[in-house]
Each structure stands twice: as structure tokens, then as C-alpha cells.
């Protein structure tokens, strides 16, 4: 062939073939290196927001995942309507042989061994979890790289808790000093110590757990007790405990208080 005076060969053209095509291979490459690099960018910011994520929600009860049936709002739901069906039905079956204080005093202390069960077993449960993805306790300086797998922890004791509950009701029930002490309310009153359990449970597993704020000052702090059947501003005894998103936290539920009684001259000179 011969263009404007030059004058070009087959060997030529079929040169320029081929380095046409490695020219285009080398494109080729380069495109499928740059979506590669740009697919592992995407997963590294998704890897680090999710890891943001988690550092931001760990033991921060203030972000609350709305598709959570465990969540603290629900919670305190339960624990408002424990409070409403299951205690009092207890009260009425225990007051058959002992007066209403006695037996109004037995349910919260049966519910305050409850709480303190079950935060023993749920702490447990996560130091074994924990130990069984560390082989040891970490301490502080090396948790904070591991942020998403504690989550991942609290979750995982979340999917399991129906299977937790039932186990705890079981050990509840075979402890020889509840059984000793509480026997009547387990004979008479076996559905409010099951939802207790149930309640309870689910509050030890929050991160951080949820508190159950049982100690009131001698005078009323009407800001986390409401009164009982008595108008007063002393303290007499303990109904129901206060429940606290996390200890010394904000309010969720408030408790239920029984105040002295004030003689009426006591009322106008204040």
C-alpha cells in the first residue's frame, strides 16, 4: 500500500494491529484496577462507618435502634405492665394470711433477688462469649479495638434470650436460699417470679444494662416515686423500685413509694 507517498507494508499494518490491541489490554487493565480499587475503597468506608457506628452506640443507651424488640423503651413498657397485672395479682394472693404491707414488701424483695440473679447470670454469659473470641479478658487499652465484636456480643445475647430466660427460671427455681425464703410467693405467685425473670433479663443485657433503682432518701424524691395509697413527704417503705436507663442515669419508669402518714396539724403548720 502507498498513502501520500509512504508506502506501508502488511508487516506494518499488522503491527499496528497488535499494538493497538496491547494498547487496548493495557486500558482494559487499568479500568478493571481502578473499579477493583474503588470496590475496596467502598468497602473500607462501609467498614469504618459501621465501626464508627459501633464505637458511637457502645454503652451509649442515648442511640436507640428503633427495630430492637429488646430496646430500653420497650422495657419499660414490660416493666410498667409487670407492675400493673402480674404484682398486683400477687399482692391479692398474698394477702390471704399476712397483712398488705408484709406482703407488698416480699414482692419487691423477691423482685430485687430476681434483678440481682440475673444480672449475675447475664454478666457471666457475656464474659464467657467474651472469653471464648479472646481466650482472656482484654484490658482497656486493647478493647477499644474490638468495638463491633462486643457489639456483636450484646446481639448475639439478644438472639439467644428466650432460650437464657427459660434456663433462668429453671436455676431460679432450683436456688435453695430463694426456695427457702421465698416459698410462698413461689407457690402462690409463679407467674409474676417468671415475668420478673423475663423482665429482668432484658434489662441486664442493654448496653449498658438498665437499673432498677430500689433505695429511696427519707424524703420522697417525687421526681422518680409516685405515692402509694398515703399522701405524705417521709418515707415509709418501698413499693416498687424506680427504673434508670443505666445506673445513676435518666429515669424510664418511675417507682412506687408508701409515704408516712401526716396528721393534719403537722400539714398546716407547713
Not at 407488698?104 to 472469653?131: G, H
Not at 443485657?205 to 398515703?230: A, C, E, G, V
Request: glycine share 4%; net charge neutral.
Amino acid at each position: 500500500f502507498e498513502v501520500e507517498g509512504l508506502t506501508i507494508t502488511m508487516a506494518d499494518i499488522n503491527n499496528l494491529i497488535l499494538l493497538m490491541s496491547k494498547i487496548q489490554g493495557e486500558l482494559d487493565e487499568t479500568k478493571r484496577k481502578l473499579k477493583q480499587e474503588e470496590a475496596e475503597k467502598e468497602r473500607a468506608l462501609t467498614r469504618l462507618s459501621s465501626i464508627a457506628g459501633a464505637k458511637l452506640a457502645h454503652n451509649n443507651p442515648g442511640l436507640t435502634d428503633l427495630s430492637d424488640k429488646y430496646r430500653p423503651q420497650k422495657i419499660g413498657e414490660h416493666f410498667s405492665e409487670l407492675y400493673d397485672n402480674e404484682w398486683t395479682e400477687a399482692v391479692h394472693q398474698l394477702t390471704g394470711g399476712r397483712d398488705e404491707e408484709m406482703a407488698i414488701q416480699m414482692i419487691r424483695d423477691v423482685l430485687k433477688f430476681v434483678a440481682n440473679k440475673t444480672k449475675c447470670w447475664a454478666d457471666k454469659q457475656y464474659k464467657n462469649l467474651q472469653e471464648a473470641l479472646f481466650q482472656r479478658d482484654l484490658r482497656d487499652s486493647e478493647a477499644g479495638r474490638f468495638i463491633t465484636t462486643y457489639k456483636k456480643i450484646s446481639e448475639l445475647q439478644k438472639e439467644v434470650a428466650v432460650l437464657s430466660i427459660s434456663n433462668a427460671k429453671k436455676w431460679l427455681k432450683e436456688n435453695e436460699e430463694f426456695v427457702s425464703k421465698y416459698k410462698d410467693v413461689l407457690l402462690h405467685c409463679e407467674p409474676f417470679i417468671d415475668r420478673s425473670i423475663e423482665v429482668c433479663w432484658m434489662m441486664q443485657i442493654q448496653d449498658p444494662p438498665m437499673y432498677l433503682q430500689f433505695d429511696s432518701t427519707k424524703n420522697i424524691d417525687k421526681s422518680l416515686f409516685r405515692l402509694f395509697t398515703k399522701n405524705g413527704r417521709s418515707l415509709d417503705f418501698v413499693v416498687w423500685p424506680a427504673l434508670l436507663l443505666h445506673e445513676n442515669g435518666p429515669l424510664v419508669q418511675k417507682g412506687v413509694v408508701q409515704p408516712m402518714k401526716e396528721n393534719s396539724s403537722k400539714k398546716e403548720a407547713s
